[in-house]
C-alpha cells in the first residue's frame, strides 16, 4: 500500500525558507518519479516540482526559488523552499502517480 506523508509546512514571512519533507513507502521508491504539487484556496492543484533518477523539473512561478531532492536510502522527497512569497501559500501535496499525501499547509505572510 502506497503511503506518502508530507511534513515540514507553518506560517513563514516573505522572503523566508521551509523545507517540505515526505516520506514515502509502499512502493520501490527509487524507480519513481516524484513530484510536489499546490493549491490555493479557491484554485486548481498545480505541478511544482518533479524529480526522476536523474533530472529535476520546475514550473516556472517556482524556477530558481525551490529545489526538488530526494534520499532514495530513506525514502524521502524534499522541496526546499526559498525567497517565499505571499503568492506561494497553499496547501503542498506529495505525489506518485496516482497516489497523494494528505497535504501540509504553507502559509507566507507577514
Known amino acids: 500500500q502506497v503511503q506518502l506523508v508530507e511534513t515540514g509546512g507553518g506560517l513563514v514571512q516573505p522572503g523566508g525558507t521551509l523545507r517540505l519533507s515526505c516520506a514515502a513507502s509502499?512502493?520501490?521508491?527509487?524507480?519513481?518519479?516524484m513530484r510536489w504539487y499546490r493549491q490555493a484556496r479557491g484554485k486548481e492543484r498545480e505541478w511544482v516540482a518533479s524529480?526522476?533518477?536523474?533530472?529535476?523539473y520546475y514550473a516556472d512561478s517556482v524556477k530558481g526559488r525551490f529545489t526538488i531532492s530526494r534520499d532514495n536510502v530513506k525514502n524521502m522527497v524534499y522541496l526546499e523552499m526559498n525567497s517565499l512569497k505571499p503568492e506561494d501559500t497553499a496547501v503542498y501535496y506529495c505525489?506518485?502517480?496516482?497516489?497523494w499525501g494528505q497535504g501540509t499547509q504553507v502559509i507566507v505572510s507577514s
Open positions: 505525489n506518485r502517480a496516482d497516489s
Open positions: 524529480i526522476s533518477r536523474y533530472d529535476t
Open positions: 509502499g512502493f520501490t521508491f527509487r524507480s519513481y518519479t
